[in-house]
Structures are given as structure tokens and as C-alpha cells.
């Protein structure tokens, strides 16, 4: 088949274009950086000519609430109407699970209303949510640090590493289009502040992370349901301490 991954470039989406070549199939890395841009439609038609699969995996530059909701409602708008045209018979897009249970982050809601406007269409389309990334982590950590202390919340989080993630993508796209939502999630739940914890520990990190109900997690409070996929989500195999060996050797 051919393929065009949109937002080819990044994290997920350089692992997605390396797996589906392995499988035999002809993908088009699709960024800005390759002249393909779903915000301006610069580029899009001739990606998408001829193409029976496009998978979405491109995010914003910017998380403020305002520009986000810009960002997936314009390049959602954009790239279904040019699949539409192009007669793309699968829209695969990657979304967070319980986007529509966190309305107070901006970021949610502007991943809920990307969801909406697949469904509206009348592409056949899979949207896979997933859990927070192991390597984002870091991130985490950062967006809550004060000085030399980390304030997180100690409620669950369940989260996975991006391979886990793009093992689950890799299979979504060559498979029949679902019509619906299916969630990926890491095989072990932790509590977020223990989990930061270890991962500053692991990497020789000197801040202290201290326990907080109320810290905010990128604009929201969370509880125990927040971070972790519902009833029977699709697991991936690769547990934390995998994961940070793997960091280690990649080092």
C-alpha cells in the first residue's frame, strides 16, 4: 500500500515510516520539513495521490489553548478534505486517552475536537488513544519544577513506551479501518510522583520531587482515572525498568 504518515518526522512518526517500510509498503514521511504542511495545505495533494492509507501523528508547536485548538481543527480540516478528494480509503489518527474526561487542559479539548471532525467525515478511520509516554517523562519533570523541587501528583498514571505505542499504530494501519477508538497502555501503573522520582533518580538527577494532590499536571488536577486507559485497553510489553535499560544502552 502506500502510506503517508503526517508528521513523519518526529517521535512517533520516524519509528511508524521505519516499521511500515520493513512490511513492504510504499510511505511518504510527511512534514513541513519535507514540504507537506497540513496547516497552509502546502504540498498535500501530491502526498496524498494515490494513497490508500494516511496515519496523523503530527502535533502542535504550541500547547497554548488558543493555538492548539488552531492547530488540530485547521490541519484536521485540511487533511481530511484532501484525503477525501485523493479517495484515501483509511484515516488512522493518534490521540490521548481520556481526551474527553480532562476538559480543563486546552490541549485535550483540542484533541477532542480533532476526533470529531474524523468521525464526522466519511472516511473509514481508526483513532488509537494513547497513555503518557515514558519519554516524555522529562518533560514532566521539567513543567513542574520550582528551584530544586519537582511538585507532582501521586495519582495513577499508566504510562508506555513510545515502540509499544508504534508497535500498536503499525498494526491499526495495515489492518481493516475500525470505525471507532481503541486504547494503548503500558503493562504497569504507577503513582506519578514515585514514578518521576525514579526516573530522576535513574538519570543522576538531584531534585527532589515532592508530593502534591493539588499540583497541576499541564493545567489539570488529577485523579486516579486521569492517566490510565479503561477496562481493556491494548498493553504494550515494554515495562519501565525495560525501558530505562534500553535508554542506558542507547546512551
Known sequence: MKIVVIGGSGLIGKKLVNNLRQLGHEVVAASPRSGVNAITGEGLAAALAGAQVVVDVANSPSFEDKAVLEFFETSGRNLLAAEATAGVGHHVALSVVNADRLPDSGYMRAKVAQEKLIKDSKIPYTILRAT???????????????????????????????DDVVAALTDLTVGAPLNGTIEVAGPEKFRLDELVRRFLIANNDTRKVITDIHARYFGIELNDH???????????????????DRQDKAA
Not at 517523562?137 to 511538585?151: E, K, P, R, Y
Not at 492517566?227 to 525495560?242: E, H, I, K, M, Y
Request: charged share 10%; glycine share 6%; hydrophobic share 40%.
Open 132 to 162: 503518557q509516554f515514558f519519554e516524555f517523562l522529562s518533560g514532566i519533570a521539567q513543567s513542574n519544577t520550582d528551584g530544586q523541587t519537582v511538585h507532582l501528583s501521586p495519582a495513577l498514571v499508566q504510562a508506555i513506551a513510545s
Open 226 to 244: 486521569s492517566l490510565t486507559a479503561s477496562d481493556n485497553p491494548r498493553v504494550g510489553s515494554t515495562n519501565f525498568d525495560q525501558w530505562l
